[in-house]
T-cell receptor
């Protein structure tokens, strides 16, 4: 299975700090995506990085991809209480996305 | 306008009953999906339809039957509900299906929380 595995499972930080989440996967991919899920809501797409890309930015988000290590990281800079949510990586092979188990991020004011 | 909508939002029912969940997307996407999210938040794909055709059917009991009357709708019918079916079910849609380095960004509905008593 190419299921992603996020690390850590849970992360608690203060507002203004940076949050880093990692994702590892097992097989080759076409792209890797990060999603956010607020409590009781559906997943929302954050950012996509292709397998031939190494780094991508979107606002306060920075994603890196190392295909040799089969790993990705999501960095949220200057975190806010509103960033409190679960974050999932999803790997895309030939057919569809496979989601990891998520990292629960708690940002305290 | 909600991009991907699901009804109902909550569904509480007894074991052995049959129930349906409806999903509609107004994004003009070709592909729709059903996912099941368990109590540990693990999200697992169940089905995928492309232009009303079933393209992915993971190892889901045949008590679960998806139906796509048109490419904007994908409904999920569940027969003989069991306790283990309790979960949150998400519908999603995307434009692309296979291959390539890009695409397949998925748009999720708000979820249907199913509780089987």
């Amino acid at each position: 299975s190419q299921q992603g595995e996020e690390d850590p499972q849970a992360l608690s930080i203060q507002e203004g700090e940076n949050a880093t989440m990692n994702c590892s996967y097992k097989t080759s991919i076409n792209n890797l995506q990060w999603y956010r899920q607020n409590s009781g809501r559906g997943l929302v797409h954050l950012i996509l990085i292709r397998s031939n890309e190494r780094e991508k930015h979107s606002g306060r988000l920075r994603v890196t991809l190392d295909t040799s290590k089969k790993s990705s990281s999501l960095l949220i800079t200057a975190s806010r209480a509103a960033d409190t949510a679960s974050y999932f990586c999803a790997t895309k092979g030939y057919s569809t996305l496979t989601f990891g188990k998520g990292t629960m991020l708690l940002v305290s004011p | 306008d909600t991009a991907v909508s699901q009804t109902p939002k909550y569904l509480v029912t007894q074991m052995g009953n049959d129930k349906s969940i409806k999903c509609e997307q107004n994004l003009g996407h070709d592909t729709m999906y059903w996912y099941k999210q368990d109590s540990k938040k693990f999200l697992k794909i169940m089905f995928s339809y492309n232009n009303k055709e079933l393209i992915i059917n993971e190892t889901v009991p045949n008590r679960f039957s998806p139906k796509s009357p048109d490419k904007a709708h994908l409904n999920l019918h569940i027969n003989s509900l069991e306790l283990g079916d309790s979960a949150v079910y998400f519908c999603a849609s995307s434009q692309n299906v296979r291959g390539g380095l890009g695409g397949d960004t998925q748009y999720f509905g708000p979820g249907t929380r199913l509780t089987v008593l």
